[in-house]
């Protein structure tokens, strides 16, 4: 056995590759919780009566936030994959 | 002078030991191996001190009692206190950390290099510890040549440990085999003179060794054998606490004026400690014996006695110190003073690149991040200005329509004396440091670099674009044509909500928070963008303005659009650094171009 296989052995073994996996995942399953905290708290402020300024405001926000949650689902989806 | 004679004079006198005994040539090599094992060491430490080291330095130095815990772990694991000093003078250089807390780390560092005495007394002296050398040589070598900076670094520790005890076990036996043919015993001198001829040894010898720990692992070696006197160890110990102070001297001599303050510091510290010791020998020495009986030292341990001696002044040093730590600051500040406020003034420099920040990647990265933030807040304010626009009304809640009425000045605010003395100098400072930091950076921390270079660009360009935009906003502001005026005015407006937008941003720890506000902010300089809403074809169409009118603010409003864009750009690197969350996803997170088009069409 080579040197460098030896060394991508004790690196598979001790799960340092998965380690980062991991970090990197719980980084979007945090970003993703609080973008989702979010969206619910938008949801409920544009359920009462808002002038029309707000409410596009509002609605632009809903919608900034449910692309940023599907990309995290995306990333999250490939590093889960 | 001293200099060019020092060196030729250590290796004579080197020299002529080698030809006169064989014995002396093992303990020099030990030394020289031990001192190569240091390097090692430290070379392996380096290179795990990046990505995180903010968010462990914020988090451990933020009390007192914290930065003494972090400077005494830290010298512990790495048995160097030299390395812990020059690394606090670069964290102070990149503006990581305070001077208090430096000093902390610094009191804490004392009574971490009592560790490697407690190791060489205890366990060093005991086995036969060249047989751990040579496996860690072994393995260490083999993991250097590996690519993966940690496999390196780790490479780099075990080669250093190995390196270390191979030197320590040369010592050792050099003293052995060295006290058949010479007793060095004989030379030992008795009383305060004595006391005071082995404190001068003790500064000597760290002084041209640069490590009090390689000083007393000799001391330790030579007292093990019976080669010195305990007395005269003692006072030896107490030499190289002084003379360790060197090491940080020099370190602080390319650092920025806090560097210097800390190295004053270390010296005062170490010095005020050694003379308190020599007042108190006596004492110290009756308190190391009850303290020996104690924890069952025999008596003609010496050795172990002298780990005693070691931690009790060490210590004792701290704890009268820390009622003095923020007189201690106090006194540094006002008589260590930096440079001429008129001359930072007149044509501002960088405030946290210096060579001490080079030190590390981690920090000379801090410190880059610093410093173009610096510039970003230079750039605000001319841009601002530029636009006739109050600093303190774009940064408080005042409505954006009210900030644009209340001008900055009556006069226009000249852009290019601005960017000579502001931007300019510090733009060039930035790159150029940067060019030298990054020959010690790994490719992955390049990049970072290259992304830091691209956002002072961002800043440059943007107060360019800012000089181009101004001339016409002065030259329509008075203008009868209200729709011009109005399309200005709202020119102003957008520029002045980015402004705003992007300082909240620079505040924000929240990472969803910043991401939001960011690509909120993309979408507006969209919806600003003239040319793309229809606003220009609207104006010329009904003949509203006149032709130059339209190509004036055609120009201005790319201009605008522009700014926007740089701003953006920047603040998405260098604020999002501050929160790791996002850091680690890059720029995955952020919304694109297309996304930002696709929401303005579902607002109409």
């Not at chain 2, 000045?409 to 030298?436: C, L, M, P, W």
């Not at chain 2, 800012?466 to 008075?478: A, E, I, M």
């Amino acid at each position: 056995m080579g040197v460098k296989k030896f060394i991508e052995l004790v690196t598979e073994t001790l799960g340092l590759d998965e380690m980062k996996k991991s970090s990197k995942k719980k980084s979007v399953k945090n970003l993703l919780k609080k973008l989702n905290s979010k969206k619910d708290a938008i949801s409920k402020r544009l359920k009462a009566k808002l002038s029309k300024k707000k409410t596009k405001e509002l609605n632009e926000e809903m919608e900034i936030i449910q692309f940023q949650i599907k990309k995290g689902e995306v990333i999250l989806k490939k590093l889960n994959s | 002078m001293l200099r060019r004679i020092f060196l030729p004079a250590i290796l004579i006198i080197l020299g002529y030991g080698f030809w006169i005994s064989p014995d002396f040539k093992e303990i020099a090599a030990g030394v020289a191996i031990f001192l190569f094992g240091m390097i090692t060491l430290e070379e392996g430490f380096k290179a795990f001190s990046g990505g995180t080291l903010e968010k462990i330095l914020k988090k451990s130095t933020d009390k007192l009692y914290k930065s003494i815990g972090f400077g005494f772990i830290a010298t512990a694991i790495m048995q160097s206190s030299s390395l812990v000093s020059v690394l606090t003078i670069s964290f102070i250089g990149a503006g990581l950390i305070g001077l208090t807390q430096g000093i902390g780390i610094i009191l804490g560092a004392n009574i971490g290099t009592t560790t490697g005495a407690w190791l060489m007394a205890g366990f060093g002296l005991k086995v036969k510890i060249s047989a751990y050398a040579m496996p860690m040589l072994a393995f260490g070598v083999i993991l250097i040549f590996q690519k993966a900076k940690s496999i390196k670094g780790i490479g780099y520790i075990l080669a250093g440990l190995g390196f270390l005890f191979l030197g320590i076990h040369y010592m050792k036996d050099g003293f052995e085999a060295f006290k058949e043919t010479i007793d060095l015993a004989s030379f030992a001198v008795d009383g305060f003179k004595g006391l005071l001829i082995f404190i001068g040894i003790g500064i000597l010898a760290t002084v041209v060794m640069q490590s009090s720990h390689a000083t007393i692992v000799l001391i330790l070696a030579a007292l093990s054998v019976g080669q010195i006197t305990y007395d005269n160890a003692l006072a030896l110990t107490i030499g190289a606490n002084i003379g360790t102070t060197i090491t940080a001297v020099l370190g602080s001599l390319s650092s920025n004026i806090d560097g210097k303050r800390l190295a004053g510091a270390h010296l005062i510290f170490n010095v005020v400690t050694a003379l308190v010791a020599i007042v108190l020998m006596n004492q110290i020495i009756s308190v190391v014996d009850v303290i020996s009986d104690f924890i069952g030292i025999a008596n003609d341990n010496h050795t172990l006695k002298l780990a005693v001696f070691d931690s009790l002044f060490k210590v004792m040093g701290v704890i009268m110190f820390i009622p003095f730590v923020d007189k201690l600051v106090k006194f540094l500040e006002s008589n260590l003073k930096g440079k001429d406020k008129q001359e930072v003034e007149s044509y501002e420099s960088v405030q946290y690149l210096n060579d001490s920040v080079l030190e590390l990647p981690a920090t000379a990265m801090a410190a880059i991040v610093r410093e173009t933030k610096h510039l970003y807040i230079n750039a605000f304010e001319i841009i601002a200005h530029g636009l006739n626009l109050k600093r303190t009304n774009i940064l408080s809640e005042m409505e954006l329509e009210d900030v644009i009425k209340e001008g900055y000045s009556k006069n226009i605010v000249d852009i290019d004396d601005f960017y000579e003395h502001r931007i300019k100098g510090v733009y060039g400072e930035i790159i150029d440091f940067a060019t030298q930091a990054q020959s010690k950076m790994s490719p992955e921390d390049i990049e970072d670099l290259y992304a830091l270079k691209i956002a002072s660009r961002d800043i440059v360009d943007a107060v360019k674009d800012t000089k181009h935009l101004q001339k016409n906003l002065v030259k329509y502001k008075n203008n009868l044509n209200n729709h011009i005026q109005e399309q200005y005015d709202g020119i102003r407006i957008g520029l002045a909500e980015l402004l705003r937008g992007i300082d909240v941003v620079s505040k924000m720890s929240e990472e969803d928070e910043v991401i939001v506000l960011l690509s909120k902010m993309k979408v507006n300089m969209q919806r600003y963008d003239i040319l793309a809403n229809g606003t220009l074809d609207n104006l010329i169409r009904n003949n509203l303005i006149t032709n130059e009118m339209a190509t004036s603010l055609m120009n201005d409003s790319a201009y605008a659009y522009e700014i926007s864009k740089h701003f953006i750009a920047m603040a998405e690197i260098i604020f999002i650094d501050v929160s790791s969350d996002i850091k680690n996803l890059g720029e995955d997170m952020l919304i694109s171009d297309e996304e930002v088009d696709k929401i303005l069409e579902k607002g109409d």
